[in-house]
């Protein structure tokens, strides 16, 4: 197949919100400079003059909420208005439309003669199967502020449904996601694993005796777990980098052998990350990127055993799995990562790793759009190109996958 020339295609770019540089805004960043001369649209765009860097202080194109009350503190409490505010953006003179979505994007109105291509990072987690998990943390389950959460959850649902058939391709970035996918849209996906800047990551020579995790403290991260269940080993040490709402709960938790750092500049997370016996990570993640990171650091990572997990790292080799979100399942873990230690070599968790690299992503991402594009000019359907491409990237599991359900 000839590559495409994609620089004389008029490109939109549409990311749900930008207030900062996340998991999400490292896939868009990578985007951006595959189609340098898009255009770049937002519901919101927050971010301050110098984290524009990673869209290369290009000018946003924003919605109405983004002039609404607290918008900028609040601006997620206007989900009922997002549908109706990702509609309102005129994209008819775009070639390519790129969604880049994990909540409203992927609901831009585009027309036959446009090609549609969803980045998913998840259909909208809190309106499908976390729901329940959301109401709960929100301390919505009950009251007429709950039955409100509810229902609009309920048009959340039924929009979302709505709006998928207008993408052409849905690419996920985890065969995790793109079950779900399939679940939600019942469609097809080609998957993609998002960039990691594993060259920021190194090995190091020294290796101290402690484990580390590093997190934003919110409810699905359960760092409380990690520290409850180093609480009752105190013979063993631990360090907490992040911050975030939990962090008094995780606080009080914490006994002399485990240290919350809090928030830490990026040199500081990653000398302790190189230097960890292991890095100790408790969510159900979509991907996860730390425990990519930590094992381009050449160090093991002890991982509960759901999610994108289970396809960032290779059981026995870079790391092992916990089976229950429980201290009494992590400890246990523990126990028999400590009897292997010496079996785990760092290069091989580097190595690992890096089948995540930005060099990757950006050599992968450019065959997709190649192929999507091809595909579109020669009125094929750009889904006809998922199998041979899942195929030739990540080998004939994900095609034998896809093509069961």
């Given at each position: 197949m000839q590559p495409i020339d994609n620089q004389n295609l008029k490109v939109a770019v549409i990311h749900d919100w930008l207030v900062t540089h996340a998991g999400a805004e490292r896939v868009l960043e990578r985007m951006l400079k595959s189609f340098p001369q898009a255009d770049l649209f937002s519901l919101v765009d927050f971010l301050q003059p110098e984290q524009r860097g990673f869209i290369g202080h290009r000018p946003v194109k924003t919605s109405f909420i983004q002039h609404l009350p607290k918008a900028r503190?609040?601006?997620?409490?206007?989900?009922?208005?997002?549908?109706?505010?990702?509609?309102?953006?005129?994209?008819?003179?775009?070639?390519?439309?790129?969604?880049?979505?994990?909540?409203?994007?992927?609901?831009?109105?585009?027309?036959?003669?446009?090609?549609?291509?969803?980045?998913?990072?998840?259909?909208?987690?809190?309106?499908?199967?976390?729901?329940?998990?959301?109401?709960?943390?929100?301390?919505?389950e009950q009251g007429v502020k709950g039955a409100a959460a509810r229902a609009l959850l309920h048009y959340v649902r039924l929009w979302d449904v709505r709006t998928s058939p207008s993408v052409d391709l849905f690419i996920s970035i985890s065969e995790f996601i793109a079950k779900r996918i399939n679940k939600v849209y019942r469609r097809p996906s080609l998957v993609l694993y998002p960039p990691v800047d594993t060259s920021a990551f190194t090995p190091s020579e020294e290796r101290g005796d402690f484990y580390m995790t590093a997190s934003r403290m919110v409810p699905y991260k359960r760092i409380d777990l990690i520290v409850e269940a180093f609480s009752k080993m105190p013979d063993k040490r631990l360090i907490v980098i992040g911050d975030g709402p939990e962090m008094s709960k995780i606080q009080a938790l914490?006994?002399?052998?485990?240290?919350?750092?809090?928030?830490?500049?990026?040199?500081?997370?990653?000398?302790?990350?190189?230097?960890?016996?292991?890095?100790?990570?408790?969510?159900?993640?979509?991907?996860?990127?730390?425990?990519?990171?930590?094992?381009?650091?050449?160090?093991?990572?002890?991982?509960?055993?759901?999610?994108?997990?289970?396809?960032?790292?290779?059981?026995?080799?870079?790391?092992?799995?916990?089976?229950?979100?429980?201290?009494?399942?992590?400890?246990?873990?523990?126990?028999?990562?400590?009897?292997?230690?010496?079996?785990?070599?760092?290069?091989?968790?580097?190595?690992?790793?890096?089948?995540?690299?930005?060099?990757?992503?950006?050599?992968?991402?450019?065959?997709?759009?190649?192929?999507?594009?091809?595909?579109?000019?020669?009125?094929?359907?750009?889904?006809?190109?998922?199998?041979?491409?899942?195929?030739?990237?990540?080998?004939?599991?994900?095609q034998r996958k896809q093509t069961n359900e």
């Open positions: 503190t609040a601006y997620r409490q206007y989900l009922p208005l997002m549908p109706l505010a990702v509609e309102q953006f005129d994209l008819s003179g775009y070639d390519l439309v790129i969604s880049s979505s994990h909540a409203v994007a992927k609901g831009v109105l585009t027309g036959p003669e446009q090609l549609h291509i969803c980045m998913c990072y998840s259909p909208i987690r809190y309106a499908w199967d976390l729901q329940h998990q959301y109401l709960r943390e929100s301390n919505l914490a006994t002399p052998n485990v240290k919350i750092m809090g928030y830490q500049p990026f040199e500081v997370m990653r000398d302790q990350m190189r230097r960890a016996r292991a890095f100790v990570f408790a969510a159900e993640e979509d991907f996860g990127i730390a425990p990519i990171e930590a094992q381009a650091c050449g160090t093991p990572v002890i991982a509960y055993g759901r999610g994108g997990a289970l396809e960032t790292i290779r059981d026995g080799v870079s790391g092992l799995f916990f089976v229950e979100q429980t201290p009494r399942s992590l400890m246990d873990a523990v126990f028999r990562f400590e009897d292997q230690e010496e079996e785990f070599d760092p290069q091989a968790c580097r190595e690992n790793a890096m089948r995540f690299s930005n060099e990757r992503f950006d050599r992968e991402f450019k065959q997709a759009m190649d192929a999507a594009v091809a595909a579109w000019q020669n009125g094929r359907r750009p889904e006809e190109m998922i199998l041979p491409l899942s195929q030739h990237f990540y080998g004939t599991s994900v």
